[in-house]
């Protein structure tokens, strides 16, 4: 079955920390998305990969092929970072399969 | 900048109502979707149009339905709500991929929360 898994569910984490979200899923996909979603409900999109690594000011996805594995970095981490961040893939399909995101909250 | 627009933020409707949540995009994308995002669930798909005219179920198919009678638009018709439907419902679209490649990228709206009462 195509699957999603994220982790951790949440996290806190002090001003300044780095932050690693995680995401597992099945054999082949054929991109992954990242996404965040703040308070009031509007999703964005970060990143869409298949492959290596991107980075966009201070966060940074990576992807590895053959551990079926991606995580979701963010360096220095303020609050103005805390949202819920979503992983999801595409199965071959132009649909996406969706984790059930990670709630960070960065405090002063 | 692109632009993926939902009629209403917050909408409160009572049991047995007909409602119409209604999304436009700007961006001439042929996939549009529509979920609904439910604490520890995540986001479901209910219905994915991909083309005007053309429709397919989603995951949680069942209280709804869907029209797309122009490229730019995708409506969400709940026939009858009911307080089980009490959700937050995103809209997305995209460009048709050949099975989600890169040209796929997801755009989303700002969602509407929806209370049947």
């Known amino acids: 079955k195509n699957e999603v898994e994220q982790s951790p569910q949440n996290l806190t984490a002090q001003e300044g920390e780095f932050i690693t979200i995680n995401c597992s899923y099945s054999?082949?996909?054929?991109?992954l998305h990242w996404l965040q979603q703040h308070p009031g409900g509007g999703i964005v999109s970060l990143f869409m990969l298949s492959s290596g690594k991107k980075k966009h000011g201070r966060l940074i996805a990576t992807i590895n092929i053959q551990e079926k594995h991606s995580s979701l970095h963010i360096t220095a981490s303020h609050p103005r970072d805390s949202a819920v961040y979503i992983c999801a893939a595409y199965y071959n399909t132009d649909k996406l399969i969706f984790g059930t995101g990670t709630r960070l909250q960065v405090f002063p | 900048d692109v632009k993926v627009t939902q009629s209403s933020r917050y909408l409160v409707k009572r049991t047995g109502e007909k409602v119409f949540l209604e999304c436009v995009q700007d961006?001439?994308?042929?996939?549009m979707f529509w979920y609904r995002q439910d604490p520890g669930l995540g986001l479901r798909l209910i219905y994915f149009?991909?083309?005007?005219?053309?429709?397919e179920k989603g995951d949680i198919p069942e209280g709804y339905s869907v029209s797309r009678e122009k490229k730019e638009r995708f409506s969400l018709i709940l026939e009858s709500a009911s307080t089980n439907q009490t959700s937050m419902y995103l809209c997305?679209?995209?460009?048709?991929?050949?099975?989600?490649?890169?040209?796929?990228?997801?755009?989303f709206g700002q969602g509407t929360r929806l209370t049947v009462v």
């Open positions: 054999v082949g996909i054929s991109a």
């Open positions: 149009s991909y083309d005007v005219k053309m429709k």
């Open positions: 961006m001439d994308h042929e996939n």
């Open positions: 997305a679209s995209s460009f048709s991929g050949t099975g989600g490649s890169m040209n796929t990228e997801a755009f």
